[in-house]
């Protein structure tokens, strides 16, 4: 069955900290895997998108890695800030262009 | 500005009674989706449509009826709703379904409750 499983399923980190996010899929074909960011009560914003042949790609202080032959993503946060508190969300894409939604990490930066 | 909207924002309704809630994007995207979401269980996609008059079923879809008549809006319909589908609502659309850049970008949010 497709899967995404994300831990940790929370985290709470001091304001300036740097933290890991993990993600692991069992999507088979895979075409793409995104990271998206949801603040709560609104919509997920996205962060990264990779396909297949990236192994890493960065967006301001967030960086996604993916190693497409272990199946495993990491989002690394890099000082972090009160805005960042957020849930996390880990989403791959299959070749019929289905989403499978991991169930978040919810990030809490305390100041 | 690029963006999705749906209305209402927030609905408290009855048991049965019909409602839709209507989604409509101005950025020309082919692709549109339904969410929705509840608490420990994540995002679940209800129905999504690759284009005019092509729509097709997520992995939760009973319950609901779409329809996808003109690009622009995509309309979730709740014939008889009922309180386990109590829940919040996204809709979201992408350019295209594949290549790199099909990114979603979601609405704000509708907030269903149903008695």
């Known amino acids: 069955k497709n899967q995404v499983e994300q831990s940790p399923q929370s985290l709470i980190i001091l304001e300036g900290k740097n933290c890991t996010l993990q993600?692991?899929?069992?999507?088979?074909?895979?075409?793409?895997l995104r990271w998206y960011k949801q603040d709560t009560g609104r919509g997920p914003v996205s962060l990264t998108i990779m396909t297949f042949s990236e192994n890493t790609k960065s967006n301001g202080r967030y960086t996604a890695t993916l190693d497409a032959d272990t199946k495993q993503s990491s989002l690394h946060i890099t000082a972090s800030q009160l805005s960042d508190s957020a849930s996390y969300i880990c989403v791959v894409m299959d070749s019929s262009y289905k989403l499978i939604f991991g169930s978040g990490t919810r990030l809490l930066v305390r100041p | 500005e690029a963006q999705v909207t749906q209305n209402p924002r927030y609905l408290i309704t009855v048991t049965g009674k019909k409602l839709t809630v209507t989604c409509s994007q101005n950025m020309n995207h082919e692709y549109m989706s339904w969410y929705r979401q509840d608490p420990g269980l994540g995002l679940r996609q209800i129905y999504y449509s690759m284009n005019v008059e092509v729509t097709d079923k997520g992995d939760v879809p009973e319950g609901y009826k779409v329809s996808r008549k003109e690009k622009r809006n995509f309309p979730l319909i709740l014939e008889s709703p009922s309180p386990n589908q109590t829940s919040l609502y996204f809709c979201a659309s992408s350019k295209t379904t594949s290549g790199r850049s099909n990114e979603q970008f979601f609405g704000p949010g509708t907030r269903l409750t149903v008695l």
């Open positions: 993600c692991n899929y069992t999507v088979s074909p895979f075409s793409n």
